[in-house]
């Protein structure tokens, strides 16, 4: 009875999108099921022509509206609230969090195809989401975990360049010496070496995202089990779906760790343009630098401490609680820490956003996971108990805007109750999620003709005189 109440709420989610259809952009959401349909190049091809026009339309009917007014402390803080770029994919609400082509977290998990029965969404159906704003079907699904394994043999030159440095060299050095390496093959920069024409930039960018987004997992788990294991790689098990796979040659095959890594995977891949990684990949992509040489810049940009790598810190930071306190960590024990961080000049990880203004969904949907599957875990119970400490210290500090957790404050724990406990890997694991999104906006971007980016800066004489010129 209640999978049917399941069911029947899926289908009214369904009919309200199909529904929503012209508001949402009018982007097709729903589709019939015929040959071509199981081709994602193909549902491209025909959404493109469209989505040009409505370009088009919109530059020559709106170029002119204003958007909000700049001001000085914008342009010292960092271009917050600043809009300035096309981003399809998705869009960040302050309070509401992230929407993947208008579908909130909550959405996804009903709507999109899953592995196991009531299970988490499948990240090769939020990528057919993202490239086409369409719900994916099982069979689309399916076609694209084939495409992306069909895809994924890493030449032999590519582990020998992450050989030559040091095992010591941290996971994003060797991961992203691995996303340099794969360039050599790009299609984009051969199509371009001989002429292709602008019209066209986006098949070979098509093909480069996806020949990417299916390579990661091999190299990223060679770094993991080259650093962490025994340098034995483990091979590709075809039978299994994207995010279960890269769980395997990682070394990691409890059913619980599959259904988390397609959680982890899905969640992580896309967070509006304005982030650090992604706002990287598509300012370099303007250059037409291909999707490997933007997606390596966009990972640079990931490895900050304020950015991806904040879920290495959080991690860190929570054993650092116990190696101080012992386990059994009270409250007052918990705030006196959070406190001393503060007052040593450091920021509290996983709390805070640059454009959030609540909890993260994405945290909420990993402590949901959390309270399924792993309630008497003890580090678990220590990230509930910070989300109480943390978000009113941050408030009594009075300069945070945002005190509450984001998705990094939660990652670290589901992976190291699984057995993957080494922090210094999991920044890798969000910059293979993390191809999703940005690679979908490059082409997005190529197809769309989008220009060289290329903003004002001005110095400080230059506002000063403005602000002077403006008073008088
Ligand atoms: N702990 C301590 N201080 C903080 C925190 C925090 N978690 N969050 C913000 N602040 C400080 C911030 O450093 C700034 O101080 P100051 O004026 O002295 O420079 C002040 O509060 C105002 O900052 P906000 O406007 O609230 O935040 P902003 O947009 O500048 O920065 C973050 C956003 C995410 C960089 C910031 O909240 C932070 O450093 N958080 C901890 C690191 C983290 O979790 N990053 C991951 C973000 C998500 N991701 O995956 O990328
Ligand atoms: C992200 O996922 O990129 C982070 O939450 C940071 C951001 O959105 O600015």
Redesign the pocket.
Known sequence: MAFFRGLTAVSRLRSRMANEATTLGGVRWLQMQSASDLDLRSQLQELIPEQQDRLKKLKSEHGKVQLGNINVDMVLG?M?GMIGMLWETSLLDPEEGIRFRGLSIPECQKVLPTAVEGGEPLPEGLLWLLLTGKVPTKEQVNSLSKELLARSSVPAHVYKAIDALPVTAHPMTQFTTGVMALQVESEFQKAYDKGLSKAKFWEPTYEDVLNLIARLPPVASYVYRRIFKDGKSIEADNALDYAANFSHMLGFDDPKMLELMRLYITIHTDHEGG?VSAHTGHLVGSALSDPYLSFAAALNGLAGP???L?NQEVLLWIKSVIEETGSGVTTDQLKDYVWKT?KSGK????????VLRKTDPRYSCQREFALKHLPEDPLFQLVSKLYEVVPPI?TELG????PWP???AHSGVLLNHFGLSEARYYTVLFGVSRSMGIGSQLIWDRALGLPLERPKSVTMEWLENYCKNKAA
Do not use: C, S, T
Not at 347 to 354: I, K, M
Not at 399 to 402: G, L, P, T
């Open positions: 960092g917050r982030n304020l950015h991806g904040a503060l920021v509290v990880p996983g709390f805070g956003h640059g941050l300069k945070v805007k945002n984001n998705v990094d």
